[in-house]
C-alpha cells in the first residue's frame, strides 16, 4: 500500500469551508445545461465538495451527499472497465491526444477517418463503450456493478428521466455512432451502444459517491479496506494522464493552469479528480463555463489546491 499521504498538518474541514465561502461567489456567472432538458430543471445553486484521503479519511461540505447525473465523469468508469477488457488493443480504435474541438464534434473524426482523438470526447467514448458491450453480457448491469463497487454504495441507480432525455436529444451522438459504424469503428449495434451511453451518462452518484469511486485513482488502484487492487498501478497512470490532458474537454490547458490535477467533468457540474498518493475530491455545482465546465466548481478546485498547496505540479 502507499505510504500515508502527510496531510497531517491541513484541517481540511476548515479548508472546504473557506473553499465553499469563497467559490459560492461564482454563482450567477455560468448557466445549466439546457439541451438536455432533464438537466435544466436541476437547482443551479446546489454546490457539494467531497474529499477521500489514502489515509482512510473522508471531509463533506454543502450537497455532496445529493445525488446528481454524472454525465461524462461516467466516461473514467467505462474506460477503466474498457482497459481491462482488452488493455492495450483498445488503443488501436481509439488515441490518446487533446482534441481541441467540441467535444461532440464529427469535424475531427471525419478527418482521421473514424479514429477519435481520445476516449473522452463522445467519439471516444462511444468507442470504449462499444468494447464494454461487446465483452459484458449485460453491461448496464456490469456498470452499475461496477459503479456500486468502486463507491461502497449499493444505491447507485440510472436516474431514468436522465436517460429518457438523453435519447430524445441524443442526434448528435447517433450521427456520431453511426459515423463510427461506417468505418467499422463500432462493433456492437449502434442502438445497443446508444442505450448503454445514455445509461452510463444518467447514473446518479453524489459526490461522495464519486470521491470514493476515484480514491483508487489516486491510491495505485487501492480501495480502502478492500485487499489487492481494483486496477493495477499500470492501469492507474494511463487513466489520470488522460484525464490531465483530455479530461475537461477543450480547457485542459487553461484548468491545468489554474487548478492542476487530473480531472474529470460532465455537464450535470461535476468534476472529480485526483491528486496521486494523496486524495480524491469531487465537486458539484450546475451552473457551468462556457467550455461546459462547472463555474463554480473549477474555482472550488482552484481554491482547494491553492490553499492546500496540492497539485502535481
Known sequence: MPPPSGLADLDLTE????????????????????????LKRVPPRK?????????GDEYVYGDAEDAFAIQSISKVLTLAMALGDVGANLWTRVGREPSGNAFNSLVQLEQENGIPRNPFINAGALV????????????????????RTLSGNRHVRFDR?????????????RAIAYFLKTHG????PVEQVLDVYFHQCALAMSSLDLARAFLPLANRGYMLGVSGAVMP?????????????????????NFAYRVGIPCKSGVGGGIAGVIPGVLSICVWSPELDEIGNSQVGTKALELFTTKTRLSVF
Not at 15 to 38: D, H, Q, W
Not at 47 to 55: K, L, P, Q, S
Open 47 to 55: 454546490f457539494g465538495i467531497a474529499v477521500c484521503t489514502v489515509d
Open 15 to 38: 479548508i472546504l469551508t473557506r473553499v465553499g465561502n469563497e467559490a459560492a461567489r461564482e454563482f450567477g456567472k455560468g448557466e445549466v445545461a439546457s439541451y438536455i432538458p432533464a
Open 185 to 188: 469503428n463500432l462493433r456492437c
Open 233 to 253: 498501478p499500470r492501469r492507474v497512470k494511463r487513466i489520470n494522464s488522460l484525464m490531465m490532458t483530455s479530461g475537461v474537454y477543450d480547457g485542459a490547458g
Open 161 to 173: 428521466e436522465v436517460a429518457k432525455s438523453e435519447s430524445e436529444t441524443g442526434d448528435r451522438n
Open 128 to 147: 470504449v463503450t462499444d468494447t464494454v458491450a461487446a465483452h459484458n453480457r449485460a453491461p448496464k448491469q456490469s456498470l452499475l456493478n461496477w459503479a
